[in-house]
C-alpha cells in the first residue's frame, strides 16, 4: 500500500490486517505518521515518486497494490503543478510499471471527485464527463486513464485487473488539524482548538459530499477480492452534499459556538474550485452490496472527540 501512513491509507491498513492480510505499506511521512502505521505492518519509508525506494515494497512478491499516496491540495497544485503531476501522475505510471515487471494482478487507485469538473447533473454519476478544472483534477484523471489503460493491454501475458475509486471529502480521525491545504473538515477543527477564526473561500453555498472514513475503507475492502468491480471505476461518496456554510455551523455547535463575523470570515474564492459536489452511489451499491453506515452527525461527534484528545 501507498500512502499507508496517512489519514486514509492508516485506516486502510488497520482493516486489511483485521481482514487477515499480510500488509505492506510505503510512505514518505510529507502528510502521514509513522505513529498511524498499525503494528503488524512491513513499514517503509521512501517515496513513490522514486522507483528504487518504491521497488523496496515488491520485493518478496504481492498479491495487490492499494495505491493511495498523493499531493491531495488542490491550492497547492496551482501553486506548484510539477510536484502536482509529478506525484500524482508520473509516480502512478510509476507504481503500475512494477506492478507490470512484479505481475501484480490487482490495483485499487485512489481517484478523485475532482476529475469531473464542472457538472450540471446531480447527483454525479460515473457516466458524467470529465473535465477537471484543477491542475490537482486533471493530475488525478490522468493517472486514472493509466491506471485503466494499462489493465487494457494485451501485452502483459498476466490477468491485471483494477479498480479506480472517485473519492469524495473524506472524514475521520487522524484526518490533519494543522495543514491549511489538506481537508476542509480538519482545517476548520484545527482553527476552533487553536482559537482562530474559520477561513471559507467564496460564499460558502458551493457544496461537498462528506463521507465517513469507517464507510471508505469499508468499500476497499470489500472490492478487494471483489470481481464485479474488476476494470471499473465508481465514486465512493454518502450521497448527501452539505454546504460549507452547513458545516461551519456544524462544526461551531459541536464547541458550543455559532456562525460570527469574529468566528468565520469570508475571502474571496479559489481557482478551480467545483461548485456542487454530491455523489451518486447507486453503481458501487449494485456491485458491492456497499451503502455508507455512518451518518454526518455520527462521523461529525466520533471526529470531534478524537480532535479534542490530539490537540
Not at 82 to 104: F, G, I, M, S, Y
Not at 227 to 252: E, P, Q
Amino acid at each position: 500500500m501507498t500512502g499507508g501512513a496517512g489519514f486514509i491509507g492508516s485506516h486502510l491498513a488497520d482493516r486489511l490486517l483485521r481482514d487477515g492480510h499480510d500488509v505492506v505499506v510505503i510512505d514518505n511521512e510529507s502528510t502521514g505518521r509513522r505513529a498511524n502505521v498499525p503494528l503488524g505492518v512491513r513499514y517503509l519509508k521512501g517515496d513513490v515518486r522514486d522507483i528504487g525506494e518504491l521497488e523496496r515494497a515488491f520485493t518478496g512478491g504481492l498479491d495487490a497494490v492499494c495505491h493511495i499516496a498523493g499531493q491531495v491540495s488542490l491550492a497547492l497544485s496551482f501553486h506548484d503543478p510539477v510536484v502536482d503531476l509529478r506525484t500524482n501522475t508520473e509516480a502512478t505510471v510509476k507504481v503500475l510499471q512494477l506492478c507490470v515487471k512484479h505481475r501484480v494482478g490487482r490495483l485499487l487507485y485512489a481517484s478523485s471527485m475532482t476529475a469531473y469538473g464542472r457538472t450540471e447533473t446531480l447527483p454525479i454519476p460515473e457516466t458524467t464527463p470529465c473535465q477537471p478544472i484543477s491542475y490537482y483534477g486533471i493530475t488525478k484523471y490522468a493517472a486514472e486513464r493509466y491506471v485503466h489503460t494499462t489493465a487494457e493491454r494485451i501485452d502483459l501475458g498476466f490477468d491485471f485487473h483494477v479498480t479506480s475509486f472517485r473519492m469524495n471529502n473524506v472524514y475521520g480521525p487522524r484526518q490533519a488539524l494543522d495543514n491549511p491545504y489538506q481537508g476542509v473538515l480538519g482545517i476548520f477543527l484545527g482553527n476552533l482548538l487553536r482559537g482562530e477564526a474559520i477561513t471559507i473561500f467564496g460564499d460558502g453555498e458551493q457544496s461537498r459530499d462528506f463521507v465517513y472514513i469507517d464507510d471508505v475503507v469499508d468499500a476497499w475492502s470489500r472490492a478487494l477480492a471483489t470481481t464485479a468491480t474488476y476494470d471499473r471505476v465508481f465514486n465512493l461518496g454518502s450521497g448527501c452534499r452539505l454546504s460549507i456554510n452547513r458545516l461551519a455551523d456544524h462544526v461551531l455547535a459541536a464547541f458550543g459556538r455559532s456562525r460570527t463575523a469574529a468566528m468565520v470570515r469570508y475571502v474571496p474564492a479559489r481557482s478551480g474550485e467545483q461548485r456542487e459536489v454530491e455523489a451518486d452511489i447507486s453503481t458501487v451499491r449494485q456491485a458491492l452490496g456497499w451503502q455508507p453506515t455512518t451518518s454526518f452527525e455520527t462521523g461529525l461527534a466520533r471526529t470531534c472527540r478524537w480532535a479534542r484528545g490530539a490537540a
